[in-house]
């Protein structure tokens, strides 16, 4: 089985192979021109640990084609990492392969394999009698292994990345259908020995052959009988080429064993491994990557060797098995011999490596290219805080870094700045002299911003957009709002194709590996910044529409807030970032942007207009309160409280602040705060007790504040020059409060609201009380300020009824906060 003859004629986007020793020499010269022609972009190859850690500190590692054309990742385990396994990943095929041929020259062009490549097309028919059930049930299966793999073994985030993207984008394989009472199949150590599986499947064996360049001692292989229970044992050997203590073989196996020689008329060494088993049941085949050792047929992967191999199952009877008559393996089994007649090759010790790992390095990648800077994210979670760190190349470069982690929760390790020049390259960490990490490569994407656009696909363009847009807005990466315009464009195209062909079944919900392909990539054909955040906005307000036109689900309201978020935060954080542009244009030194902000503002100040006549606050609360009728467990368990007090209070509040920021109405305030009472009334209980929780509500706002300055801070680092902000968020949130609750305590149904003592046992006091205080503090801004007029004379409104003296609610407010005050005291 040949990984470079397997790929003629394919077509994938995706490949995983996985090796025990690697040879870069021979994978850039010999495979990346195969797997590039085939369609993959960033093949990854997975590798021992320690075999990773010896061709590092030897300096082996240096090959710019890796990380550039592909990715090497070293898995870590007990025993040995082994398989070897290619997992070749498409849209409309998948191939498969499990052999015994590691990534070297040496094994693939002078060495005789043992292996099987497997072909399932998508569009496959079941009734084919050319496609074995067992052979997409071998997909199937090496798919998943190669999913446990990333999720158990893999601590890199960018081949992580890469492995999900071929799982997703095979899921199709799911929906074929195999037989469910085949014999053999692919087999891993996992989770169980692979040589209890086999047995288990087999029943009674009546005669065991054996063949590997690996036996284990005579415990080993004592305990390999046992599991066995054959009546009859045979050994083949490859003369100078089989570790074996033939005397150990007779006491595991019996005094009935026989030997006899592996035959062929190449140069090539045998490098096969496997077991022939034989019963009433007909006979069996195991061969791939496990040596007839403990690690790899006894353990699992949590006490030794990780491991996969192909069991193959035939009923038919005959005295020569299937197995010698495969024209890519020409070895047959000799005459029996007396095992004193081989030239047994005696066991070398593994020469140790000098140097041992104190503490472990998971993941180096790049973040963020910035001209000839780059930002790394160091993964090593046993690194305190504080540490100064040396960051040591394989070539022997070095530079000191402070280890402070983020304060971001969601992301682990820390972040340096580093010369554009270490990208790609092989490091450590060092602590000490005696204290120092494993080797890894700071990896990157194939091409720049391909890890964001795929991220946006693979979540209908939901998951991302925030950071995205603050990347673009204050730390001017152009890419970012490349990122968004090229995947909402994909995911435009792909909900227009739906409404044009609703019957296609490629256009499914569930299929989203269609939409994570890897020819996604930043191209160079660019338009304006604030055209393609306007590409954004215009995608979220499509699909907001699309869904509020649709009877509501839990997924398609959990989908509708989440775009509603998006929308609010490019108009927010966008209409921030122009309220900044006098401090970015005063002085000598004007701060120069391909950013129009101008332009951006004008957008931005559209898209409020959109969402206030399209009235998205009230069709999306009516949405999001019908479905919770109709699913309330389920709905709370999807819906974040935090996001909906973002969506419905928190943003709109902003907004209010902006048009004080700005000097402008962006909409006219009256009209405004009308239209949010009315979309959200208390008669909804969830908005309800969203708006009566005033203390929730502003550590949100405060929360909402205290990134943007973050954010600012460095900004204002990056450029070299003080900025602030231009005013501050109470202005809005009050104004909010003021026009909500004095239109809902003004009426007469609400006129006992809280006045009912029963609400303190309902809600926080301390919520209600800091609800009241904000709400009075509006107030009082409104009648202090001449700006607010509006607010104090709007037409038929229920507020021009209070300055009047009918139904005041404010000595209500006051009693709640009187109430609060007098408990916390007691």
């Known amino acids: 089985m040949n990984l470079i003859d397997a790929l003629g004629g394919a077509d994938v986007e995706y490949a995983v192979c996985t090796t025990f020793p690697f040879e870069p020499l021979f994978f850039g010269n010999y495979a990346i021109d195969p797997l590039q022609d085939a369609g993959v972009v960033a093949p990854v190859v997975l590798m021992d640990g320690q075999k990773y850690e010896q061709l590092a500190r030897r300096n082996q590692l240096s090959s710019r084609a890796i990380g550039n054309h592909y990715y090497l990742e070293p898995i870590s385990v007990s025993g040995a990492f082994h398989p070897k396994v290619n997992f070749l990943a498409g849209e409309d095929a998948c191939h498969v392969g499990v052999s015994s041929a590691n990534l070297t ?46 999720a158990d073994h893999i601590s890199g985030h960018d081949v992580q990345t890469q492995i999900d993207r071929a799982v997703n984008t095979t899921e199709w394989l799911e929906d074929l259908d195999h037989q469910t009472d085949i014999s053999g199949g692919f087999f891993h150590n996992l989770d169980e020995p692979i040589l209890q599986q086999v047995t288990e499947e087999l029943g009674d064996v009546t005669t065991a052959v054996l063949f590997a360049p690996f036996f284990g001692s005579e415990e080993t292989l004592s305990r390999i009988g046992t599991t066995i229970g054959a009546d009859q044992y045979e050994v083949l050997v490859s003369d100078g080429n ?85 024209s890519s393996f020409p070895v047959h089994p000799g005459e029996q011999r007396d095992p004193g007649s081989f030239d047994f090759a005696e066991y070398t010790p593994v020469s140790q490596e000098t140097a041992t790992t104190t503490f472990v390095l998971d993941d180096a990648r790049v973040e963020r290219v910035q001209g000839e800077t780059i930002t790394v994210r160091f993964v090593a979670p046993h690194i305190d805080d504080g540490k100064s760190v040396t960051v040591e190349s394989s070539a022997g470069d070095a530079v000191q870094i402070d280890w402070q982690q983020d304060t971001d929760d969601e992301q682990e390790g820390v972040t340096a700045t580093l010369p554009e020049a270490w990208a790609q390259t092989i490091v450590r960490l060092r ?13 990157t994407e194939p091409t720049e911003g391909t890890r964001e656009v ?22 001017d990466v152009g890419v970012a709002t490349a990122a968004i315009s090229q995947a909402t464009s994909k995911l435009t195209e792909k909900y227009q194709q739906r409404q044009d062909d609703p019957d296609d079944s490629t256009n499914d919900d569930s299929d989203e590996g269609s939409w994570a392909t890897g020819g996604t990539r930043i191209t160079t054909k660019r338009r304006k910044p604030h055209l393609e955040l306007k590409d954004g906005m215009d995608y979220a307000q499509k699909r907001i529409e699309t869904l509020l036109e649709e009877p509501p689900t839990v997924r398609s309201v959990e989908e509708l807030i989440d775009h509603f978020d998006n929308l609010w935060y490019y108009i927010t954080k966008g209409l921030i970032r122009s309220a900044l542009s006098p401090q970015l244009q005063e002085g000598d030194d004007p701060y120069e942007t391909e950013l129009n902000v101008e332009r951006l503002h004008s957008i931005c100040v559209n898209r409020i207009e959109t969402i206030i006549s399209s009235k998205f606050l009230l069709h999306s609360r009516r ?3 019908q479905v919770r009728q109709i699913e309330p467990d389920t709905t709370a368990d999807v819906l974040d409280s935090d996001q909906l007090t973002d969506v419905f209070i928190v943003h709109p509040a902003t907004l209010l602040s902006l048009m004080d920021w700005h000097d402008e109405a962006f909409v006219e305030r009256f009209g405004f705060l009308r239209q949010y009472h009315q979309a959200l009334t208390t008669a909804d209980p969830l908005i309800g007790e969203l708006l009566i929780d005033g203390e929730h509500i502003s550590h949100r706002l405060s929360e909402f504040e205290r990134t943007l300055r973050e954010q600012l801070s460095a900004f204002s680092d990056r450029l070299d020059r003080d900025l602030t902000l231009p005013g501050d968020f109470d202005t809005g949130l009050e104004l909010l409060f003021y026009g909500f609750w004095y239109r809902e305590l003004a009426q007469q149904r609400d006129n006992d609201l809280f006045d009912n003592s029963a609400i303190f046992d309902h809600y926080d006091p301390a919520g209600l009380a800091e609800t009241a205080q904000i709400t009075l503090r ?49």
């Open 242 to 326: 089989t570790h074996l203590t033939p005397e150990d073989a007779v006491s595991a196996f019996g005094d009935d064993v026989t030997f006899r020689p592996l035959v062929h008329d190449t140069s090539r060494w045998i490098h096969a491994k496997g077991l022939l088993l034989k019963g009433p049941w007909g006979t069996a085949i195991l061969y791939g990557s496990p040596n007839i050792t403990g690690r790899a047929l006894l353990d699992t992967a949590s006490s030794g060797n990780i491991e996969a191999a192909i069991l193959s199952v035939t009923t038919e009877d005959s005295d020569e098995s299937p197995l010698w008559r495969q």
């Open 778 to 826: 509006g107030k009082q801004r409104v009648e202090d300020n001449r700006e607010y007029e509006a607010l104090r004379k709007g037409t038929f409104d229920p507020i021009v009824r209070l300055t009047e003296g009918a139904n005041d609610p404010t000595p209500q407010l006051e009693a709640i906060i009187t109430k609060v005050d007098a408990t916390q005291r007691h």
């Open 454 to 475: 795929t991220g946006l696909l693979r979540s209908d363009g939901r998951e991302g957009v925030q950071s995205l847009v603050d990347e673009a807005l204050f730390f």
């Open 623 to 625: 949405h999001l309160n």
């Open 105 to 150: 020259l040496g094994e693939y062009s002078t060495a005789a394999q043992l292996g099987q490549t497997v072909t399932v097309p998508r569009d496959v028919d079941q009734g084919e009698e050319s496609l074995a059930p067992e052979v997409i049930h071998v997909a199937k299966e090496v798919r998943r292994f190669t999913q446990h793999l990333a």
């Open 431 to 443: 602590l000490s002299e005696e204290e120092y990490s494993n080797f890894r490569q700071i990896t």
